[in-house]
């Protein structure tokens, strides 16, 4: 009977250090390395206060129904940081040099999920703690179910930094998950919590700071690094051929589903784990609606837009490119002087980008283009008239989130930023009713270089007559025809 027990114990033992140690032939060979996010640790001690310590905890586990999860993705600065994917997860970052009761100094310590061969089995092979130090490159990796015990006195920090909680943690029951976490660290460092009536009674909660660090994150994210520029080029190179594939098979009568099916498709075929964001396929007057994700139309009629904002994730950076395609193959002579406008307005955006100028700067340019334009057009009464034609900003910066955190003063050398200006002309507007119903957005992806731009969604076509000229090429999907299932 010990005998068993014994194989069965070294069975377990030998599977659970093959998840660590072994190298993963499942997996790309082309994720950040460990350098990277090692770097990324450093930066942001240099620019921590004397004397504190900065907290962050993976993302939760979302339910989307009964026993069902959505597929996990990391919080972007917890993976920026660390490399790590998995959930319940901790992260603390020291100043200075911390010192154990062994004698040993560390300046940083990572709580995981510790090797469980049963839950694994389930659910997916687990660095665990020796794996997050030979992969990860932490000296101090502890199972995450250690923090309870773990010594450290948070009231003798100047500075505890951390963003706030949501309160949107559901308790797994496992010891050593988010949930407990979040709870013990809140004990430790004294958080005002209304649950818990005695933890907001000590002076200690002052040196508690849920603001500063959002600003060291924006600095450092703001600013890609070559290795983080290839992973968002190789993104929006994939979503600029799903926006050509379509350009290519679109045809009256298609879905929205179907169009979105076809990006999607292109998405994974090139081994992009995600979408960076829901995607928006909006047909016809659907268009109108900024982010419109319901993509149910069934039959998207010939004379009608499709207005298509999509965006690849590739390990972990994500594009967001936008075309809008007459679903006929040609634009009418309305749709074709609204997108003219729009890519005019894109067009000078662009050409004005290089570092020094402000986030401002460009923005005023494709307004005042636009409202020109829609004057020009009898849509609007003057260029300086209000209205709700162009509801939103310009530029934003993309990378780990498609909305990345960065600065938006003045463009600098090696940000990645969208340039997307639109027109939206609702039913019902206070215009002719030819323009009812036409809505247009091209949205792209710049890389601000030392003396310019790098337009990197250029593969997909942006002038009205090259869309044109794109979708009369034969599509690779035309063969592939599905029965009907209602025979």
């Known amino acids: 009977m010990k005998f068993y027990r014994f194989i069965g114990y070294s069975f377990l033992l030998y599977i659970s250090t093959y998840y660590v140690l072994a190298q993963n032939p499942d997996e790309p060979d082309d994720f950040l390395k460990s350098d990277f996010h090692k770097e990324r640790r450093e930066l942001l001690r240099k620019e921590l206060p004397k004397n504190s310590v900065a907290v962050f905890f993976a993302n939760p586990?979302?339910?989307?129904?009964?026993?069902?999860?959505?597929?996990?993705?990391?919080?972007?600065?917890?993976?920026?940081?660390?490399?790590?994917?998995?959930?319940?997860?901790?992260?603390?970052?020291?100043?200075?040099?911390?010192?154990?009761?062994?004698?040993?100094?560390?300046?940083?310590?990572?709580?995981?999920?510790?090797?469980?061969?049963?839950?694994?089995?389930?659910?997916?092979?687990?660095?665990?703690t020796e794996g997050a130090k030979d992969k990860l490159g932490f000296v101090q990796a502890l199972a995450n179910r250690e923090f309870k015990e773990y010594e450290i006195d948070f009231s003798s920090f100047d500075k505890v930094m951390f963003y706030d909680f949501k309160n949107d943690v559901r308790d797994s029951r496992v010891q050593g998950d988010l949930y407990d976490l979040i709870s013990w660290?809140?004990?430790?460092?004294?958080?005002?919590?209304?649950?818990?009536?005695?933890?907001?009674?000590?002076p200690k909660k002052q040196?508690?700071?849920?603001?500063?660090?959002?600003?060291?994150?924006?600095?450092?994210?703001?600013?890609k690094t070559p290795e983080e520029i290839y992973l968002i080029r190789k993104a929006v190179n994939i979503s600029a051929v799903g926006q050509v594939e379509v350009m290519k098979a679109m045809k009256p009568g298609m879905s929205e589903r179907e169009i979105q099916g076809i990006h999607e498709f292109v998405f994974r075929k090139?081994?992009?784990?995600?979408?960076?964001?829901?995607?928006?396929?909006?047909?016809?007057?659907?268009?109108?609606?900024?982010?419109?994700?319901?993509?149910?139309?069934?039959?998207?009629?010939?004379?009608?837009?499709?207005?298509?904002?999509?965006?690849?994730?590739?390990?972990?950076?994500?594009?967001?490119v936008t075309r809008t395609i007459p679903v006929n193959g040609t634009f009418s002579e309305e749709q074709k002087l609204i997108y003219d406008l729009v890519y005019d307005a894109q067009e000078a955006a662009i050409q004005a980008c290089k570092p020094g100028v402000s986030f401002d700067y460009i923005s005023k340019i494709a307004r005042d283009k636009?409202?020109?334009?829609?004057?020009?057009?009898?849509?609007?009464?003057?260029?300086?008239?209000?209205?709700?034609?162009?509801?939103h900003g310009l530029s934003?910066?993309?990378?780990?989130?498609?909305?990345?955190?960065?600065?938006?003063?003045?463009?600098?050398?090696?940000m990645v930023i969208t340039v997307e200006p639109?027109?939206?002309?609702?039913?019902?507007?206070?215009?002719?009713?030819?323009?009812w119903g036409i809505a247009v957005r091209i949205e792209d992806d710049v890389l601000i270089t030392a003396d310019g731009f790098d337009l990197l969604s250029n593969g997909a076509p942006r002038k009205s007559e090259d869309i044109e000229q794109m979708m009369e090429q034969p599509s690779a999907l035309e063969d592939f025809v599905l029965p009907d299932l209602n025979e």
């Open 270 to 320: 090139y081994e992009a784990e995600f979408e960076g964001y829901p995607s928006i396929v909006g047909a016809g007057h659907n268009g109108c609606i900024l982010h419109y994700i319901d993509n149910y139309k069934p039959s998207i009629e010939s004379d009608e837009l499709i207005l298509m904002d999509l965006g690849a994730e590739y390990h972990g950076y994500t594009a967001d």
């Open 207 to 223: 040196n508690l700071d849920t603001r500063t660090l959002d600003k060291y994150m924006k600095d450092l994210r703001g600013i």
């Open 370 to 391: 636009i409202n020109e334009g829609l004057a020009e057009l009898g849509i609007i009464i003057s260029k300086e008239e209000r209205h709700m034609y162009y509801p």
């Open 185 to 202: 660290f809140k004990t430790k460092a004294g958080y005002p919590d209304p649950g818990n009536p005695s933890l907001d009674i000590e």
């Open 396 to 414: 934003h910066h993309i990378g780990l989130d498609v909305h990345d955190k960065g600065n938006y003063n003045n463009l600098e050398e090696n």
């Open 61 to 128: 586990v979302r339910n989307r129904a009964n026993d069902v999860d959505f597929v996990y993705h990391q919080d972007p600065d917890f993976f920026y940081l660390s490399g790590y994917r998995e959930p319940h997860a901790l992260l603390l970052i020291f100043k200075e040099e911390q010192m154990d009761q062994k004698g040993t100094t560390y300046n940083e310590v990572l709580f995981v999920q510790p090797n469980n061969p049963r839950a694994e089995m389930w659910t997916g092979r687990r660095l665990g």
């Open 422 to 435: 639109g027109i939206y002309i609702p039913e019902n507007s206070k215009c002719e009713k030819k323009w």
